[in-house]
């Protein structure tokens, strides 16, 4: 199937992680997250492990924990010894609390404010991902008061155009994220932070998009910073520690998107920043890249009941599942492809073509059209494959559903890393 911890058992039904998801959906209710922590692990692993060893001793991946943020996540990181990337205090709070060496985060946002920018000198934040001026000044202000040296890095924006999907695209020149190199503004910023006190800075950032397959885009990146840093070491002496790339490579949702090897194309762009490094007669920096999406999109897939089906004839057909776009609102905002399955009847032929409808009150809630499915009952079980990214972390409570459990299945075993929200918990903020 689309990945290796999914397969089909002898009595039809879908496994994941070693895992019958119907048993699942019996003893922990639907709808319900399901992630796979050994492939969590293995995919972070390989990131570590490339890196280190085409890239460099001091190069690293760090989990962009936005893909998916929950106590149990950080943990997996810390047992890899892996560094995180924050983007809120939100998730901040959430890495705190699962006892992570906050040293070893990254902390980023283009908007941090006073008391964001307090708490993550307060927690030991390892480097503050700097965004602007503002921040920077801040930064620099509160590290002052507590008699401290702030690392840093830079955002800057290397006005890449990556080519994929316009609302995951941040690196062009006008985005509301980082300095841009282009129009000097980049450059201005450095000067600035050479006489700022209370900060070191460490190296610089950039993220052009996400859901990207090929090396190209990031070493075309690579490149313009390559270049920049080059520039600053020729006019200011200055020394890189870190290059951040940012976030990672692209992941299969359907049998249309490529089988890729994370390792090969780590070596493959490794190769061609070393080739820019000697172009412009610099010593490597370490490299950095922020995976989320490769770590956990395929770790993760998200169990449904059907209730209503409807045959409109001569127009569509409907199945209808008992979540929809408030624990995955992916289709309704960037019209994502996912992989549908009928889990109890894996083996039955798929002859039912009909669009998967959510519960919400909104014509768009949909998580799917076109879909082929054996013609559902009411009470079959529905799986959307690879909801392991930007699912569970972009989930809300639109109409007061309440929000799935996350079922973390490791070796086999599954058990509850976060609980069903209760009606009551929707209760519970209200004076
Ligand atoms: N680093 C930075 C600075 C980022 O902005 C992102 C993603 C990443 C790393 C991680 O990129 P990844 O490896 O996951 O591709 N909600 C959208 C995705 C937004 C991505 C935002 N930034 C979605 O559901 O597709």
Redesign the pocket.
């Known amino acids: 199937m689309l990945h290796k911890n999914l397969s089909v058992n002898s009595a039809g039904h879908l496994e994941f992680a070693g895992v019958d998801t119907t048993e699942i959906a019996k003893e922990y209710g639907t709808p319900a997250y399901l992630v796979d922590e050994n492939l969590v692990l293995e995919n972070f692993s390989t990131y570590q492990k490339a890196m280190k060893e085409y890239m460099g001793e001091g190069s690293m991946p760090l989990f ?1 924990s ?2 998916l943020s929950y106590t149990g996540i950080y943990r997996l990181i810390s047992e890899l010894n892996g560094c995180i ?1 924050i ?1 809120s205090p939100g998730e901040l709070y959430t890495a705190v609390n699962a006892g992570f060496d906050m040293s070893r985060a990254f902390f ?1 946002g283009s908007n941090k404010t006073d008391a964001d920018i307090a708490f993550g000198l307060k927690e030991n934040v390892g480097y503050f991902v700097v965004d602007n001026v503002f921040e920077l000044e801040e930064i620099s202000k509160q590290a002052s008061a507590l008699g401290k040296t702030q690392k840093i890095l830079l955002r800057v924006t290397p006005g890449i155009d990556p080519h994929t ?1 316009a ?2 695209n ?1 690196g062009k020149v006008d985005s509301k ?1 980082g300095a841009p190199i282009e129009t000097g503004i980049a450059e201005k910023l450095f000067c600035k932070v050479l006489e700022t006190p209370n900060v070191q800075l460490e190296g610089f ?1 950039s ?1 052009i998009g ?3 397959f090929e090396t190209e885009p990031f070493s075309d990146a690579a490149r313009i910073m390559l270049e920049f840093i080059a520039m600053l070491h020729e006019k200011y002496q200055f020394e890189t520690n870190y290059l951040n790339l ?5 992941v299969r949702y359907t049998e249309d998107d490529p089988v890729i090897d994370y390792a090969e194309r780590i070596k493959k762009l490794s190769g061609e920043i070393r080739e820019h490094c000697e172009d412009f007669g610099i010593k490597q920096p370490n490299i950095l890249m ?5 770590i956990v999109a395929a770790a993760g897939l998200t169990i449904y009941e059907i209730g209503s089906t409807k045959e409109i004839e001569g127009f569509k057909n409907y199945a209808s599942i008992d979540g929809g776009m408030t624990d995955n609102p ?1 289709y309704a ?2 019209q ?1 492809p996912y992989t549908c399955v009928l889990a109890n009847r894996m083996n039955d032929e798929c002859d039912f073509v009909c669009t998967i409808a959510g519960r919400c009150c909104e014509s768009g809630d949909l998580i799917q059209e076109n879909v082929a499915i054996p013609k559902p009952t009411r009470g079959d079980i529905l799986a959307v494959l690879v909801t392991g ?2 699912n569970y972390s ?1 989930a809300s409570n639109y109409n007061r559903v309440p929000r799935p459990p996350i079922i973390a299945i490791r070796d086999g075993k599954p058990r509850v890393a976060v609980r069903r929200e209760t009606y009551a918990d929707l209760c519970a903020l209200d004076a």
């Open positions: 962009a936005k893909a990337d983007v980023h999907h609302k995951i941040t994220f950032h993220h996400s859901q990207i940012g976030g990672g490579f692209g922020e995976p989320g999406r490769s992916r905002l960037y994502s990214a930007y972009m």
